[in-house]
C-alpha cells in the first residue's frame, strides 16, 4: 500500500507541477516527505508534578529532562529519536520560527523558566533501535499548577481542554 501511494504521488509530479501553483507544490512535496518518512508522536499530558518527565526519562533509559518535586517542565519539550545523531543535540525553537542550537545548561535553564522569545525545546536524540526512529516524544507542562504561565502553554495546544482538568 505504501509503495502504491508513492507510485501515485510520483506520477502526479508532474501534473502538480504545471498548476504552477506554490501552494499545491509545496503540499505534495510535503506529503510526499511524510509517505516516505513517517514519524510517530506520543503527548504527555497530565497534571503538575505527576510524574510526565519521569515517565519519559524512564523511556528513554537516561534522564534528558529536568524532574523535581515542584512544578519544573515551564515549556512544551519536544525529544525526537534519530540516529543521524551520535550524542544529544538541543535546540531551542522560537515564535518567529527560528530554531538555536543550545548547550544541555541552557537547556535546563530554559526548561524551567523560559524567555519570551521560546516557543518550545528540542533535543534529537539518537534512536538506539531502528523501530524507534522518527519517534517524537513531547513533554508539556502540567495543568493545575500553581504557575499560571504553565496553564497558558496547555492553553496554546490544539484540541486541548484544559479548562476541564478531569481528563
Do not use: W
Not at 507510485?7 to 510535503?30: H, R
Not at 530554559?110 to 538506539?128: C, F, H
Amino acid at each position: 500500500m505504501l509503495e502504491s501511494a508513492i507510485k501515485k504521488l510520483e506520477m502526479m509530479e508532474p501534473l502538480v507541477s504545471m498548476t504552477g501553483k506554490a501552494e499545491i507544490d509545496a503540499m505534495s512535496k510535503f506529503l510526499y516527505e511524510r509517505i516516505i518518512h513517517p514519524d510517530s508522536y506520543v503527548v504527555f499530558l497530565g497534571e503538575t508534578s505527576s510524574g510526565k518527565s519521569s515517565i519519559i526519562n524512564g523511556l528513554l533509559g537516561n534522564p534528558v529532562l529536568p524532574m523535581k518535586a515542584n512544578p519544573t517542565t515551564a515549556t512544551i519539550t519536544e525529544i525526537e529519536l534519530s540516529n543521524a545523531v551520535q550524542c544529544d543535540e538541543y535546540y531551542a525553537i522560537n515564535k518567529n520560527a527560528t530554531i538555536e542550537k543550545i548547550n544541555y545548561d541552557l537547556f535546563l535553564q530554559l526548561s524551567e523558566l523560559p524567555d519570551d522569545n521560546i516557543e518550545r525545546l528540542k533535543v534529537i536524540r539518537a534512536a538506539g533501535n531502528n523501530d524507534l526512529e522518527n519517534l517524537r516524544i513531547f513533554d508539556t507542562p502540567g495543568y493545575g499548577s500553581i504557575v499560571a504561565e504553565h496553564e497558558e502553554v496547555l492553553k496554546d495546544l490544539p484540541h486541548v481542554p484544559v479548562e476541564n482538568t478531569d481528563l
